[in-house]
């Protein structure tokens, strides 16, 4: 099992930053992709960034240039770098890990962390 521990949301002005961190523990073989979803009341659930376990990236194009998705794979940390804060980037940030455990590849969500961008 993969347990996924989220930090560094808040509240910060338009054009502000914000550092998401994400840290995976638990009984695991591998972390492999990870990444970044986030959701807003009466929406699903979308797509912001994603890393490999070898730091290939790809982003939703409205973040593509603002924000920065890596990994310390020694430490089983994922980060977001959040600039340029725009109030449409506010929602709730979950993580994301597809980790190979001893019954196979599973999926695993963190708890959420709640980014607020007022203008």
């Known amino acids: 099992q993969v347990q996924l521990v989220e930090s560094g949301g808040g509240l910060v002005q338009a054009g502000g930053s914000l550092r998401l961190s994400c840290a995976a523990s638990?009984?695991?073989?591998?972390?492999?992709?990870m990444g970044w979803y986030r959701q807003t009341p009466g929406k699903q659930r979308e797509f912001v960034a994603v890393?490999?376990?070898?730091?290939?990236?790809n982003y939703k194009d409205s973040v593509k240039d603002r924000f920065t998705i890596s990994r310390d794979n020694a430490k089983n940390t994922m980060y977001l770098q959040m600039n340029t804060l725009k109030p449409e980037d506010t929602a709730v940030y979950y993580c994301?890990?597809?980790?190979?455990?001893?019954?196979?590849?599973?999926?695993?969500w963190g708890q959420g962390t709640q980014v607020t961008v007022s203008s």
């Open positions: 994301y890990a597809a980790g190979t455990v001893v019954f196979g590849v599973r999926d695993y």
């Open positions: 638990g009984s695991f073989i591998r972390i492999n992709d």
């Open positions: 890393i490999t376990s070898g730091g290939s990236t």
